[in-house]
């Protein structure tokens, strides 16, 4: 199996442009998350999904993140206008159900100028 | 509400030591499931072990070993002979009943020096 595949690996905007991030799940599993990884917050759950409906999206920062799971293989989080203070590295993760284990992608390491 | 906590920071050891990493986790549900990662420093983070909370046997996996006590809500993680290659952080987390999502520990960092 591939495992959950993250694109892109790095990304370097500049502040106020939009970003997009996106994670393909490994095949068959039903919950996908997205987590961020900062020295300060340590790693956060952002949101997560299960059978492509979000089903806790409390650790959501703010209105300008939103993520979208439009199909079982296909997921994306959008940050528009980004800030400098959203630098982070972003990690999608995949389970069979949310009770198993959570395999996790490469990660995309975000840099807002 | 959920927490894992890993008091120590940053462990510093010599190759061959054993070291042994900390969690302590609370929790008011009585089903859950405890976890450990690794994230060497190439920054991915890679699963070691799944522990769900009716089932207390220890694991030994070649040399890592686990000891989960519910008594003292602990799940601490144990390398035999380190090796270089162990250097990493090492995160323990917790699903529990109604959260149901990973609340992770801020880490363990260890280092293993020649």
């Known amino acids: 199996d591939a495992g959950v595949i993250q694109s892109p690996r790095h990304e370097v905007t500049e502040m106020g442009q939009e970003v997009t991030l996106r994670c393909k799940p490994i095949?068959?599993?039903?919950?996908l998350f997205w987590y961020r990884q900062t020295m300060m917050r340590g790693l956060e759950l952002l949101i997560y999904?299960?059978?492509?409906?979000?089903?806790?999206d409390s650790g959501m920062p703010e209105d300008r993140f939103s993520a979208k799971m439009p199909n079982a293989s296909f997921s994306t989080l959008k940050i528009q206008p980004s800030e400098p203070r959203d630098s982070a590295v972003y990690f999608c993760?995949?389970?069979?159900?949310?009770?198993?284990?959570?395999?996790f992608g490469p990660g995309t390491r975000l840099l807002v100028l | 509400a959920q927490k894992v906590t890993q008091a120590q920071t940053e462990i510093s050891v010599v190759e061959k030591e054993d070291v042994t990493l900390d969690c302590v986790y609370e929790?008011?549900?009585?089903?859950?499931?405890l976890f450990w990662y690794k994230q060497p420093p190439s920054g991915e983070l890679v699963f070691l072990i799944r522990?769900?909370?009716?089932?207390?046997q220890n694991e030994i996996s070649g040399r890592y070993s686990w000891n989960f006590q519910k008594s003292t809500s602990s799940f601490n993680f144990t390398i035999t002979a380190s090796q270089v290659v162990d250097s990493a952080v090492y995160f323990c987390?917790?699903?529990?009943?109604?959260?149901?999502?990973?609340?992770f520990g801020t880490g363990t960092r260890l280092q293993v020096t020649l």
């Open positions: 987390a917790l699903n529990s009943g109604t959260a149901s999502k990973l609340t």
């Open positions: 095949s068959g599993h039903n919950s």
């Open positions: 522990r769900n909370s009716f089932d207390e």
């Open positions: 993760a995949s389970s069979q159900t949310r009770w198993e284990t959570q395999y």
């Open positions: 999904f299960n059978n492509n409906v979000p089903i806790d």
């Open positions: 929790t008011r549900d009585t089903t859950y499931y």
